[in-house]
């Protein structure tokens, strides 16, 4: 199974970008999926969580600006970021939770960078 991410690019403050993120591969269904943002020597925070029902959870400096959702029907899941800052300026990365018949598969999808300039 495979996540492919693409939308981060360069924005300015105040701007807006949307990240998606496609599951490809053989399996069954998919769990909860997210979105994480990594900057440099940091970790990995959770940024926004969409279940396979749609409830969403955020991180708190990012709610009210940014909203995930999903489409089930074409396994992906999207990100729309506004009224972007430069301390959201990171390397943004998808997750999912895969099931098989007899397997579950935690899956990272290469990152994607958001560049915010002030």
């Known amino acids: 199974v495979q996540l492919q991410a693409c939308g981060g690019g360069l924005v300015q403050a105040g701007g807006s970008l949307r990240l998606s993120c496609t599951a490809s591969g053989s399996f069954e269904r998919i769990d909860d999926m997210g979105w994480y943002r990594q900057g440099p020597g940091t970790q990995r925070d959770m940024v926004a969580a969409i279940t396979r029902y749609h409830v969403t959870d955020y991180e708190d400096s990012v709610r009210g600006r940014f909203t995930i959702s999903r489409d089930n029907d074409k396994n992906t899941v999207y990100l729309q970021m506004n009224n972007l800052r430069p301390e959201d300026a990171s390397v943004y990365f998808c997750?999912?939770?895969?099931?098989?018949?007899?397997?579950?598969?935690?899956?990272w999808g290469r990152g994607t960078e958001v560049t915010v300039s002030s």
């Open positions: 997750n999912a939770r895969f099931w098989g018949k007899t397997w579950s598969l935690n899956k």
